[in-house]
């Protein structure tokens, strides 16, 4: 890193604010945060991976296997829009957005239990509420096995990225204490 250069304050590189003005060293940083992860082991990456690849599974399976429900008018453009969105949420993912990781963690753990139900024979709707009784389709606890690893690999994400806001939050106000406590003392 040049040392003309601020360091970075993304949850991507995990760096937070530091407690002494002017550029950042690498010194600086070290004793702060871990160098950033390369590849699918930074759980942003892994998590955008997770969301898009297996999202786009479950979209394969509930085609493949009739799991869209016969009440579904336009189940297909439903999907298919479904789709676009698990491409744009994964890219920002991708770029440690974790905020969209925590938003997701709920409407896929909500998806996962509406899959668990479908395998047991019982469909449930939100809006409005209602739980029906259906075949039961052993593929929807295929759906709903990929579902679970998804709000997984997102609440990992979304915990890493809060954390890391945490502390950089933590670490900004210890230094505008300290400067305050800095500037007291000069007069």
């Known amino acids: 890193m040049s ?6 304050l993304t949850t991507d590189d995990r760096r937070v604010s530091r407690a002494k003005p002017g550029p950042a060293t690498d010194d600086d940083l070290s004793s702060v945060a871990p160098p950033p992860s390369s590849g699918l082991k930074d759980p942003h990456k892994a998590a955008a ?9 479950v979209i394969a399976i509930t085609f493949a296997a009739g799991l869209v429900p016969a009440s579904r008018q336009s189940a297909t453009l439903e999907l298919g829009i479904g789709a676009i969105f698990i491409v744009i949420f994964a890219a920002l993912i ?4 974790w905020p969209v990781s925590a938003i ?3 409407s896929n753990g909500w998806r996962a ?9 019982r469909h449930v709707e939100l809006w409005p509420f209602s739980v029906t009784p259906i075949e039961p389709r052993p593929a929807a606890f295929l ?3 990929l579902m679970v690893i998804i709000a997984f690999m997102l609440a990992r994400s979304a915990w890493l990225g809060f954390s890391t806001w945490r502390a ?8 505008v204490e300290k400067q305050r406590i800095d500037a007291n003392w000069r007069e």
């Open 49 to 57: 991976v997770a969301y898009g690849g297996l999202g786009v599974l």
């Open 104 to 106: 997701l963690v709920f």
């Open 3 to 8: 040392r003309n250069k601020p360091a970075l």
């Open 143 to 145: 759906n709903a096995a």
């Open 168 to 175: 950089r939050r933590q670490e900004g106000a210890r230094t």
């Open 113 to 121: 239990f509406t899959f668990l139900n479908d395998g047991l024979g």
């Open 94 to 97: 991708y770029r440690g957005w």
